[in-house]
């Protein structure tokens, strides 16, 4: 874990590091709404979908329309990177039609719940790599401190011991984790919420399955389906992983401002158009950040006002190629487990202040 936080100065007395970022992007224009780039993103997006399951049809019962599935999952990928910026009200300037074109791209055509997602990513947002307070670093099959990895038996301790090795195999069960946890939230959504996204889920379900076992024959059918959702989970996964993990990760006394909270959590990832791509430009996480609705298109840009401003107030910009940053978050995982695999009693991954004196 990167040994930031000993090194960051204290927020500048009566005022805010982030309010002049925030009025030099505000006056650039990168906040305004990119609505052209966007309604042609989705045109392909949609385009590219159709596409492929037409072209199953016409490959009929053959191995060879299996092979499509590896496309397929690539453009669903596509898919849930627009739902996650509708999400976040890049698209659109109203909540309405952002909703709406979120419960399209990720209800119907994805069959992940933008209910479910949004409640779950904005909470992330808010508070990232916060335990406790951030679900994607809460208790599940993975442990993200030695605290979660601590007194772990049976299947959970094998997993925690192996996770650095086992998290790449076990993105393949992330598509239909996303489906899974999209219908158990709608048992606490509102009644209106179920209704509306029970029925663009089920016509998914439907559609979905209704297409690929008339397509092929039900052998077929079901490696199509385990080869397109095991690949699309790795694919989304792997977008995500770089992110934050192995980053610095705030205790319930760390008082940070907005810009600290958000920068000394995330980690960018270099790379050009290639990168952008595959990773929807989440690889801009810092930028992604500190103004979610900054349309994807523009967060390339912003990035040397920030890096700039950071600069200046002395906060460290963290950014890495793409396999440092794997080997970073992996890193962090295989820290969290040792201690199961010594027997050791557990202390604080390397470079994590142990306590309220290391940090600024």
Known sequence: ??????ATPQRRAGGSDFA???????DSGLLERRRGHYAWLIGVNVAATAGLWGAVAWAGASWWAVLLAVPLALVSARTGFLGHDAGHRQIARSHRANRI????????MLGMGYGWWNDKHNRHH???????????VGEGPLAWTREQAVG??????FLARHQAWLFFPLLTLEGFNLKVSSLLYLRRATRRERWIEGV??????????????????PVQAVVFILVHQALFGVHLGCSFAPNHKGMDMPEDWTRWDHLRRQVLTSRNVRGGPVTDYMLGGLNYQIEHHLFPSIPRPNLRKVQPLVREHCARVGLPFVETGLLES????????RDVGEPLRSGAEPGPVDGQPEGPEARV
Do not use: I
């Open 126 to 136: 808010a508070n990232p790599n916060h335990v406790g307070k951030d679900p994607d």
């Open 20 to 26: 002049p970022l925030a009025r030099q992007v505000r």
């Open 101 to 108: 074109l979120g419960l399209l791209l990720g209800d119907l």
């Open 326 to 333: 794997y080997r970073q978050a992996l890193g962090h995982m």
């Open 1 to 6: 874990m990167p040994d930031t936080l000993q």
């Open 200 to 217: 663009l889920l089920s016509a998914h379900l439907v559609g979905y399955l209704g297409m690929a076992f008339m397509f092929l024959s």
């Open 152 to 157: 772990r038996r049976g299947v959970l301790g």
